[in-house]
């Protein structure tokens, strides 16, 4: 499978993605925004495994292979690099996914675009965009290395900066019902899990056709220790979306 890197310019500052590109299949694109400090690179088994679906994921500003302007990281700005990847590939009708700190700009990207929104798969994180408190960025410098690549490696040191002083507390819950397609909500069983129990049950509550799926032997990273058992779950939501 060939993967394509790409880049779109977003009113100055470039930004990444990964397209696999299977522009004959006739699957719906699913469009992938990887956790916070992740980049498109992380998700590039997933998308030869999902192959010969056409997938697409995003690096967001201030991580990996996209720019890292000195401003500029609110709720807001990420919104719109989702976007601008999504205008530029012409796509009408997608399945996105969220994962971690992801989810929340997949949910606001989603309540601004719910025609084009046939599915949405949600991973391990409450319908909220937390403020960061002040300390955050020496905490989170300080963590061990996510899959296998250390926060130097991933974010220059002013993003971190600017996506605590950027940040702000929203919260979806409320605007859920309006969500009407399809959504799979998964979420971690053991200790470091970001979704809890009550959120899991709010989702169900405030989301016409929410399914939760609990992987038992996860914590909040979803895609260990079993890949293929997200792939699986993911393949079984793709077939339920009428396209």
Same mark, same amino acid.
């Given at each position: 499978?060939?993967?394509?890197?790409?880049?779109?310019?977003?009113?100055?500052?470039?930004?990444?993605?990964?397209?696999?590109?299977?522009?004959?299949?006739?699957?719906?694109?699913?469009?992938?925004?990887?956790?916070?400090?992740?980049?498109?690179?992380?998700?590039?088994?997933?998308?030869?495994?999902?192959?010969?679906?056409?997938?697409?994921?995003?690096?967001?500003?201030?991580?990996?292979?996209?720019?890292?302007?000195?401003?500029?990281?609110?709720?807001?700005?990420?919104?719109?690099?989702?976007?601008?990847?999504?205008?530029?590939?012409?796509?009408?009708?997608?399945?996105?996914?969220?994962?971690?700190?992801?989810?929340?700009?997949?949910?606001?990207?989603?309540?601004?675009?719910?025609?084009?929104?046939?599915?949405?798969?949600?991973?391990?994180?409450?319908?909220?965009?937390?403020?960061?408190?002040?300390?955050?960025?020496?905490?989170?410098?300080?963590?061990?290395?996510?899959?296998?690549?250390?926060?130097?490696?991933?974010?220059?040191? $002013?993003? @971190?900066?600017?996506?605590?002083? =950027?940040?702000?507390?929203?919260?979806?819950?409320?605007?859920? #019902?309006? &969500? !009407?397609?399809?959504?799979?909500?998964?979420?971690?069983?053991?200790?470091?899990?970001?979704?809890?129990?009550?959120?899991?049950?709010?989702?169900?509550?405030?989301?016409?056709?929410?399914?939760?799926?609990?992987?038992?032997?996860?914590? $909040?990273? @979803?895609?260990?220790?079993?890949? =293929?058992?997200?792939?699986?779950?993911?393949?079984?939501?793709? #077939?339920? &979306? !009428?396209?």
């Amino acid at each position: 499978m060939a993967i394509n890197n790409l880049g779109v310019d977003n009113n100055g500052t470039n930004i990444h993605f990964i397209d696999s590109k299977f522009e004959a299949n006739q699957d719906l694109p699913f469009i992938i925004v990887p956790g916070l400090s992740e980049t498109a690179e992380d998700y590039i088994p997933l998308l030869k495994a999902l192959a010969p679906r056409r997938c697409i994921a995003i690096t967001l500003r201030g991580r990996g292979s996209s720019d890292a302007p000195l401003n500029g990281y609110t709720l807001e700005d990420h919104i719109s690099d989702i976007d601008a990847v999504i205008k530029h590939l012409g796509l009408n009708e997608i399945i996105l996914m969220g994962f971690s700190r992801g989810v929340s700009y997949t949910l606001a990207y989603a309540l601004a675009h719910l025609d084009s929104i046939k599915g949405l798969v949600l991973g391990d994180y409450p319908a909220l965009h937390s403020k960061l408190p002040p300390k955050w960025a020496d905490f989170f410098s300080a963590l061990p290395p996510w899959r296998g690549r250390a926060l130097s490696e991933r974010m220059k040191t $002013h993003a @971190i900066d600017g996506l605590q002083k =950027d940040s702000k507390y929203v919260e979806f819950w409320d605007e859920l #019902n309006a &969500i !009407k397609c399809p959504v799979l909500i998964i979420r971690g069983e053991k200790q470091g899990s970001a979704l809890s129990i009550a959120d899991g049950e709010m989702y169900l509550e405030k989301v016409p056709q929410a399914n939760l799926v609990v992987f038992e032997e996860s914590d $909040h990273n @979803i895609f260990e220790p079993n890949l =293929d058992r997200f792939i699986d779950r993911v393949e079984l939501f793709f #077939n339920s &979306i !009428k396209s």
